[in-house]
């Protein structure tokens, strides 16, 4: 191809300034990975110093474990250090975990980032172009945490699982209540509470209200009448039989998320100084700073900046530009499990009265929008504590206020045990 030049009056231009435009080398040994459900589709691309033309070799393996193997080796023979594959659902965790246990730097990228270009795409051009991505950096690889943390994520989602059908089954309970007139969410805040159970297996087992209200707790004596009334709708058998193995299921999904919050308790130990520093911000507590933590990982050192972290999460504002119009504003999916959490802390931190995320969710315009934005600030936040190792501390709290109120008392009696409040006062200093 002939030399190109610019134009000679572009040439005369003095303020045009040209530079070479070259891609450099980053790996000479990498490979491309397109993976399918029940097979892969490897490419090695060899480009070593003093090369001419770059060498490639494109294989076809099982996604079986025996073929995984077979891939990881057939990379190592000749001698890659990196390999890149496409974020496919959950088929590139296998063969991912097999590259890695083999020693190979793993590349995880967005589908959409290192997208093939139309009629040009099979298994074996996806291949080649994923290892050129690698060999060259033509894109910004995906986060992923390491083995523990990736091991703790799927703990922390089949939690959050269990936690929807739980919730599923007290909505079934309620209408199941409902239907046959039996308004017991009217009389009770929860009917799944120690009361509330009570009440529904003294129904199932077949007790009248006189024999069940005497077994309830103290603090709803001042809703008994109101109980007798709503429990003279006698449920048919069909509802007893449905209340019978709905109460069932629940308890069976409280003792699996209890056991699951004991597991990932015990996983996180090493960490909880981390989760105490989570545990200090206004609407986390104790099972939301677990999620978090175990979303982000060990170390948030991994963004380089609050602001890579919420576009990562999917809370921070979309970027769509054209001809100097923003076009939307929409957030990103990010990361679904994060940006969930994110919100339902957001919801409690705006209903905590003195605080900054308060007001700043008050005055964020329209509820889901400041909900969102209100997410944001909290991300950053957290970001800024686990990243310099500080606890929270909002602006809009008076913490000496705060500790003279809580310890005032004490300090006052102990004065007037020692006699300093007794004592007349000094006189003034004579002034010069």
């Given at each position: 191809m002939p030399h190109c030049s610019p134009a000679p009056a572009a040439a005369a231009d003095a303020q045009d300034a040209f530079s070479p435009d070259t891609l450099d080398v980053l790996r000479p040994r990498v490979a491309g990975i397109d993976v399918h459900k029940?097979?892969?589709?490897?490419?090695?691309?060899?480009?070593?110093?003093?090369?001419?033309?770059?060498?490639?070799?494109?294989?076809?393996?099982?996604?079986?474990?025996?073929?995984?193997?077979?891939?990881a080796g057939w990379a190592l023979s000749h001698g890659v250090t990196a390999a890149a594959m496409e974020g496919t659902g959950i088929f590139w965790k296998a063969p991912y975990e097999a590259l890695e246990n083999a020693g190979i730097e793993v590349e995880l990228f967005h589908a959409q980032h290192v997208r093939q270009i139309k009629g040009r795409k099979t298994d074996r051009n996806d291949s080649i172009w994923l290892a050129?991505?690698?060999?060259?950096?033509?894109?910004?690889?995906s986060y992923v945490p390491p083995q523990p943390f990736r091991d703790l994520r799927r703990t922390s989602h089949c939690r959050r699982t269990l936690t929807g059908d739980r919730s599923r089954v007290r909505n079934r309970i309620h209408k199941a209540l409902d239907h046959c007139g039996l308004r017991l969410g009217g009389a009770l805040s929860d009917i799944l509470g120690l009361n509330g159970r009570r009440i529904l297996k003294g129904l199932v087992a077949g007790r009248t209200a006189a024999e069940i209200?005497?077994?309830?707790s103290g603090h709803v004596r001042g809703?008994?009448?109101?109980?007798?009334?709503?429990?003279?709708?006698?449920?048919?058998?069909?509802?007893l039989w449905r209340l019978s193995d709905l109460l069932q299921r629940f308890e069976e999904l409280d003792r699996s998320i209890a056991d699951t919050d004991e597991l990932l308790s015990l996983s996180l130990a090493p960490w909880e100084d981390q989760l105490r520093l989570l545990e200090t911000v206004p609407g986390i507590d104790r099972?939301?700073?677990c999620a978090i933590l175990i979303e982000l990982g060990p170390e948030v050192g991994a963004f380089p900046s609050a602001k890579h972290l919420?576009?990562?999460?999917?809370?921070?504002?979309?970027?769509?530009?054209?001809?100097?119009?923003?076009?939307?504003?929409r957030t990103r999916k990010g990361n679904p499990a994060l940006k969930t959490t994110l919100v339902e802390c957001a919801l409690g931190a705006a209903r905590t009265h003195c605080t900054q995320f308060h007001s700043y969710h008050k005055a964020g315009g329209r509820y889901k929008q400041a909900t969102m934005a209100t997410a944001h600030k909290m991300l950053r936040i957290i970001y800024a504590m686990l990243r310099d190792g500080r606890p929270y501390q909002d602006?809009?709290?008076?913490?000496?206020?705060?500790?003279?109120?809580?310890?005032?008392?004490?300090?006052?009696?102990?004065?007037k045990q020692y006699g300093f409040l007794d004592q007349p006062a000094a006189p003034a200093a004579a002034v010069a």
């Open positions: 029940m097979q892969v589709t490897a490419t090695v691309r060899l480009c070593d110093p003093g090369c001419r033309q770059p060498q490639c070799a494109t294989r076809e393996f099982s996604a079986l474990p025996g073929g995984l193997r077979a891939m050129r991505v690698c060999q060259y950096g033509l894109a910004t690889p209200l005497p077994t309830l809703k008994l009448e109101l109980l007798e009334r709503v429990l003279e709708a006698r449920p048919d058998s069909y509802t099972g939301s700073a919420a576009a990562w999460a999917g809370v921070a504002p979309g970027n769509h530009k054209s001809a100097g119009k923003r076009l939307s504003r602006s809009e709290v008076d913490y000496e206020r705060l500790l003279v109120q809580r310890n005032a008392p004490r300090w006052l009696r102990k004065l």
